[in-house]
């Protein structure tokens, strides 16, 4: 029955490194939350050509997220922005 | 000059202590003054390993507490005169000593020997703090497991924002066997995850366990991991030594029964 080890496509040292690579991107964002406070700024910076952005209530974090077709887990940043009103001479 | 080295790694178990023995008999070999400090307060190990531990009176808390001076501390090692351990108390906890006062002993330490190798403890609060303090580099051991290189990537992390400016990885444990039907990370990829400098490779080898219950580092013996250990010091004294044969090694009879087994 180990005939099927053979056709297995993926070997568990391919499995390890796809499971570190992801888990190290979530830890190494976790570690610096100098990283997502850059990346509010930014944000702010960005969207407040727009809109007048609600700068308290700005969330930014780093998920792993399942892939819609695969199921594999990925990093993903979410943001949720909320903001007072759009601006009137864009729109 | 003197150039004083941390062993460390996060996750206990990966081998930072046994890779401390055997460093530190590998340098005495190459004929340089060597020290090995025990920097796990609580949790001596270095010392069972070396085979030393009947000859401990002092330990690294009285010194740096001033019950005792430096010399009579540090434990000569009967294989090399050129070799000494300072051992870490048992009865003490961590908390026994700051980072302020390891750096203290450690600068002490740089005008006897050429190298002054510090066995870390797991995990990243304050042994691991006191271990880095007074450290010009850092060789960070993992082994091929999730676990272990999720823990040095952190390490690496902490070094980094710290003083410590030369770091490099030990990758302990290697199954070539295992590389090569793709059940066991390469050296290649494990480089690549944690992006380091790699400075050597040791081979999982049944005479390490051996080597440990007999209190006999094996480092220069004919042994694959003793090989290994030995060509590390090499590298941590500047020579260019390429790694051991990657690849599983075997005749055809060897390879012939494993290529079956596996089928």
């Not at chain 1, 892939?67 to 979410?78: I, L, Q, R, S, W």
């Not at chain 2, 000059?1 to 941390?6: F, G, K, L, Q, T």
């Not at chain 2, 005008?111 to 042994?127: K, T």
């Amino acid at each position: 029955m180990r005939l099927f080890h053979w056709f297995r496509s993926k070997r568990s040292g391919e499995t390890a490194k796809r499971r570190l690579k992801v888990l190290l991107v979530s830890d190494r964002a976790d570690c610096s939350s100098e990283l997502i406070n850059s990346i509010k700024t930014d944000i702010i910076q960005v969207l407040s050509k727009y809109m007048d952005v609600d700068k308290d209530h700005l969330e930014v974090s780093i998920v792993q997220r399942p892939d819609e077709k695969t199921g594999e887990n990925h990093p993903a940043v979410v943001a949720r922005v909320p903001f007072k009103e759009i601006n009137k001479v864009i729109c | 000059m003197c150039e004083v080295i941390v062993i460390t790694s996060g996750k206990g178990g990966v081998g930072k202590t046994t890779s401390t023995a055997n460093i530190g008999m590998g340098l005495a070999r190459l004929d340089k003054r060597v020290a090995r400090v025990d920097t796990d307060i609580g949790l001596r190990n270095l010392d069972v390993i070396l085979g030393l531990e009947n000859r401990i009176i002092y330990n690294l808390v009285d010194v740096i507490e001033g019950t005792c001076r430096l010399k009579q501390a540090l434990i000569r090692d009967k294989r090399y005169a050129n070799l000494f351990l300072l051992p870490s108390a048992q009865t003490r906890d961590k908390t026994s000593v700051s980072p302020e006062q390891m750096k203290k002993l450690v600068d002490q330490m740089r005008e006897d020997f050429d190298y002054v190798l510090l066995d870390c403890p797991a995990g990243i609060e304050q042994g691991f703090k006191n271990a880095i303090a007074g450290a010009d580099r850092a060789l960070i051991v993992t082994t091929p497991e999730v676990s272990a290189i999720r823990d040095a990537d952190r390490i690496i992390g902490l070094l980094q924002a710290s003083h410590i400016r030369k770091m490099e990885l030990i990758v302990n444990r290697i199954r070539f066997d295992m590389i090569r039907t793709g059940e066991m990370m390469s050296l290649e990829d494990i480089v690549e995850i944690l992006s380091a400098d790699l400075i050597g490779a040791v081979p999982d080898d049944e005479n390490v366990v051996i080597a440990t219950n007999q209190g006999e580092p094996l480092v220069g013996k004919h042994t694959m991991a003793g090989q290994a250990y030995q060509n590390i010091c090499l590298r941590i004294t500047g020579e260019n030594v390429p790694l051991l044969a990657t690849r599983y090694q075997g005749g055809l009879f060897r390879r012939l029964t494993h290529f079956f087994a596996r089928g």
